[in-house]
C-alpha cells in the first residue's frame, strides 16, 4: 500500500509549482524541501527581472568580455543552444530584445534590442558564457523545465521514490504509479489527457488574448512576429500544443517548437528532437 | 479553517459559480511549522486596522487591503519573537487562494506556502467547453473533479496575485505590527 502524497504550493518562477510526494512523511517533507530549495535556485540564477542574475550579466555584459556563470546557468544555455540549433531556429532563445521592446521584459540597459540569433552565443571552458554581439538571451521557454527537473532529482536524492512536480504545466512524473494528466487549453477548457508515469509533459498555448495574457504570463513570439490577437491566423490558431519528453526541459522547450512548426511537419519535428506530440482524444489511455 | 472562516467572506460578486478545483495543502498548524519550524509557540495576534491604516497601506502598497481584520500569529521561541505569520486570502478573476506568509521582524519574508487554491471555471462559455470535454465524467460534484485530474498541464496561472499580496502584507507589518 502506497503512502498518501504530501502536496505543497508554492509561488515560484512566475506561476504556482505543485509538488506531490509519494512517501514516509519525514521523507517527503525534507524532499519537497530541497525540491522548491533547487527550483528556487534556477529561478535565481536565471531571472531575466534581477540585474544580478547569472543571466542578466550575461545578457548586460556578455558581448563584451566572458562572464562567468553557475553550471546550471551553464547547463541550460548548452541545452537551449542545442535545441535552438535542431530546431533551426523554431526554439529561439534571443528574443529578450524584443520582449523589452515590447515590454514584457524589463530593460536593465541594454546594449542592442535588435539582434537576434543563437550562434552568437559561445560557451567557453570553465563555465564561462560570451556573446559574439549583444543579443539578449530569456530563457523562459526552458529553464521552467530545468528547474522542474531540477527538483525532481533533489526529490530521488531524498529518497523520494514517486511524485509529481507541476510548474504551472510544466509537469514531471516520477515512479511507478500512474497519474492522471488533463490539459487547460488557452479558452479555459480542461480536456482529459489520460495516465501517464515517469514522463515530463509541458503544453504551450498561442493566440492568446490580452486579457488571457495577463493571466497566463507565457508567450510565445514567433519567427514572423505573429503573437496573440494582431495575428491575422488568430481564430485559425491551434490553442494548445501538448508534448511529452523524458525531462521537462526538452518537453517545455519543444512546445515552442510544436507551436510554431508548420502543420504537416509538426509531429516529426518533434519526434526528431526527442519528444512526442500528445493530441487530445487521440491518446486517452494508459502509457 | 474553521478559525479564519470569516475571512471567507468576501463579496459575491468575485466569485463566479462553476466547477471548480480545489485542493487543501496545509491546515494553519501545519502551515505555521512548515514556515517557522524553530518556533516553540504561535501566539495569536488578530490585527484590526483602522481606516487611516488601510488606507497607509494602499498607499504604500499599491494594493487595496480589503479587510478591517487580517489574521496574525507570533512566532516565538523561548518567548522571544522570531517572525510573524498571517494568513491572507487572493482573490483573482477565476481563482481563490488562502495562502499563509511567514515574515521575519526585520521586515523580510521567510516563506509563503499556499494552503488552499481553488479554481472556477465560471463564465458560460468556459462551462460551456468544460462540460464538452469532460463529456462522461459527474460534474454533480464539482469538487470531485479534483480527484480525476489533479495534474494540469497547459496555459500558465500567474501568481502576481500572491506576489501582491505578500508585498502588502510587508506594508502591513511595518503600519501596524510592533517590532518585537
Known sequence: MPAPAIRRMRPLLGTFVEIHARAPAVLAETGIEAAFSAIDEVQRQMSFFDPDSDLSRINLHAWRKPVAVNPSTFRVLLLARHVARDSQGLFDFTVGGRLVRDGRLPDHGFHDLDSEGWEALELLPRLRVRLKRPVVLTLDGIAKGFAVDAAVHALLAHGVTRGVVNAGGDLRLFGPDPVPIAVREASGAISALGSFRNTAMATSAVGLSLEDQARFPSCIVTPAGCDGAACPHFNACPRAWTVMAGEAWRADALTKVAALAPDHERGARIAKLGGRLIVAGEDGREH | ?180
Open chain 2, 1 to 180: 479553517m474553521r478559525d479564519f472562516a470569516p475571512l471567507l467572506i468576501i463579496p459575491a460578486a468575485a466569485l463566479v459559480v462553476g466547477p471548480a478545483h480545489a485542493t487543501e495543502y496545509l491546515s494553519i498548524e501545519q502551515a505555521q511549522k512548515a514556515i517557522f519550524p524553530e518556533a516553540d509557540r504561535f501566539v495569536a495576534a488578530p490585527v484590526l486596522l483602522s481606516e487611516e491604516q488601510r488606507e497607509a497601506i494602499e498607499d504604500r502598497a499599491g494594493v487595496k487591503q480589503r479587510w478591517e481584520k487580517q489574521d496574525v500569529w507570533r512566532a516565538e521561541k523561548n518567548g522571544q519573537l522570531i517572525g510573524w505569520f498571517i494568513v491572507d486570502n487572493v482573490v483573482g478573476k477565476h481563482e481563490f487562494i488562502t495562502y499563509a506568509a511567514g515574515l521575519l521582524p526585520e521586515g523580510k519574508v521567510k516563506g509563503v506556502e499556499v494552503m488552499v487554491f481553488k479554481e472556477t471555471h465560471g463564465d458560460e462559455i468556459r462551462e460551456a467547453s468544460w462540460r464538452k470535454t469532460l463529456e462522461g465524467k459527474t460534474l454533480a460534484d464539482p469538487f470531485k473533479l479534483d480527484k480525476d485530474v489533479p495534474n494540469i498541464s497547459g496555459a500558465t496561472l500567474s501568481c502576481r496575485n500572491v506576489m501582491n499580496g505578500v508585498k502588502r502584507l510587508l506594508v502591513l507589518q511595518q503600519v501596524a505590527l510592533p517590532a518585537r
